[in-house]
């Protein structure tokens, strides 16, 4: 399935659940919401001031957890702005990945590679990252000590890449081809 069709089926399969009472489980068309999108990227901000007490603390295996979530609140971030309510990493990455490559936001496309779900072995996101972290029964994890600068770096990135398409002048229009 290509990915408008994956997507309109998406939007099509959310506004029916909804119309029927039934929470939706992928993308729904909203109003943009500014406000809201505001508080996405508060939040991933307070999510770097928590990656610093984590660190001073010593509590390595949770960094992979808090840079996954500001890169998802920034991705939340941006679809609030443009008017659409997710409740699924997948479709979120898919809609984004979408809409970067017809050219209607600029947002750097390893932020989005970053909060896909990968099926595949040998392919690994921060979610994987994530999940090794949180579930494993490690604490000290060397790897997360060696990424921690950059991948800080990394996450102000995104934070600074979402908040240029917030205060962007103009609205992002969803594409017909995919509603």
Not at 25 to 32: H, M, R
Not at 77 to 97: C, M, P
Request: aromatic fraction near 12%.
């Amino acid at each position: 399935m290509g990915i408008e069709k994956e997507l309109r089926e998406c939007f099509r399969a959310a506004r029916k659940k909804e119309d029927k009472g039934i929470k939706h489980k992928s993308l729904l068309i909203v109003n943009p919401n500014k406000e809201e999108a505001k508080q996405y990227l508060d939040k991933a901000k307070q999510e770097l001031i928590l990656c610093e007490m984590y660190k001073t603390k010593g509590f390595d295996y949770k960094l992979p957890e808090e840079w996954f979530y500001t890169l998802y609140y920034c991705a939340l971030s941006i679809l609030s702005t443009i008017g659409v309510e997710s409740r699924s990493q997948k479709y979120t990455a898919l809609l984004l990945d979408y809409l970067e490559s017809k050219n209607l936001i600029e947002y750097n496309k390893d932020f989005i590679q970053r909060i896909k779900v990968y099926s595949k072995k040998g392919e690994e996101s921060e979610v994987d990252r994530r999940e090794f972290a949180r579930y494993s029964s490690a604490t000290k994890i060397e790897e997360v000590e060696e990424r921690y600068e950059r991948m800080m770096n990394l996450c102000k990135e995104a934070i600074f890449q979402a908040e240029s398409i917030l205060y962007q002048k103009g609205k992002i229009e969803i594409p017909k081809e995919i509603l």
